[in-house]
């Protein structure tokens, strides 16, 4: 009697594995984060690299020969890591299988300085997210013969039935699947290019990148993003232009692990603490954005926290006033003339 055909794991079985592999990582990450809270928001962009280190050894051992090619998301849905003849896979390809799925993965909204960070860079990083990561999420969903996304195929693993036994029946893979990945990448990438060069001329964008620098070139400062916003009040008809500043602070901070705490008391003192960081700030675009006076109100945000990829926390600080208020404040009634570079 013939051995029944082993079946390749079912697409939702293998979603809800990840689902509860997340869950599972996320209260790791936060166990980690509380007490680490201060020193996690220092790192920036290498807090991502923390989450990698942390989630290796969770799938590269368990979804090898030495866990049984199985996590717990896995196992509860009754699925697991196997080659093509139905075994585990050794330790070092279920490495290479975890790296090629999880570096895209972790790249995926890393928060690198606009002005400070090279453009081959945010290349590399599109290429490694939307097309290794984009082709392996395409892959598992639409090659319905075998599942495999790139890191599979890196590994020559399968996610398979765990309730079976046997080596598997593997169809042949569409080669169209190929013609659609490359297509769909290329018209992607030439979007990107073509949107990104209008948008560097469009309005008052070229301003806003400006500002983006000159906030950035502050010390402690990882991030910074500038939102030009128009509201309107729907009871009084009235519209409100706001200029938004949101900066990422990486600073020494002497009340962080209290935030944890949640008391009032020493919400206050942290937002005390973080106001030189909003008049620094706030100084910087009054004295090199001439459109700012033409804003109803210039709101600083500055951000206090961490994102390492399993899991993130932040607390926000919010300085709000006017543009004339700012200047009674910061200079005590109207900002130094600009400064105009001399003719040659």
Known sequence: MLAPERGVGALWRRIVAFVIDGLVLCLAGILIGVPFFETLSSLGAWGSLVGFCLALPYFAILNSKIGNGQTLGKRLMHIKVVDRNGSTIPFWKSVARYVVLAVPYFLNGIRLPITRTPWAVFIMVSIIVFGVGGASLYLVVFNRHTRQGLHDLAAGSYVADADEDGALRIEPTWHFHWVILAAVLLIGFVATGVLSNKLAQWGTFPQLLEDVRVVEGIDGVQVAGVQDLNTRNFSSGGKKRTLVISVYWAGKSSIGLALWGRRLQNFKESWAEKQPVADSVARLIIEHDPTVKEHDSLKVVVIRGY????????????????????????FGASPPDQQVPNEL
């Open 307 to 330: 994102d390492i990829g399993i899991a993130h926390a932040q607390i926000s600080y919010f300085y709000e006033h006017t543009p004339a208020e700012w200047n009674t404040r910061l």
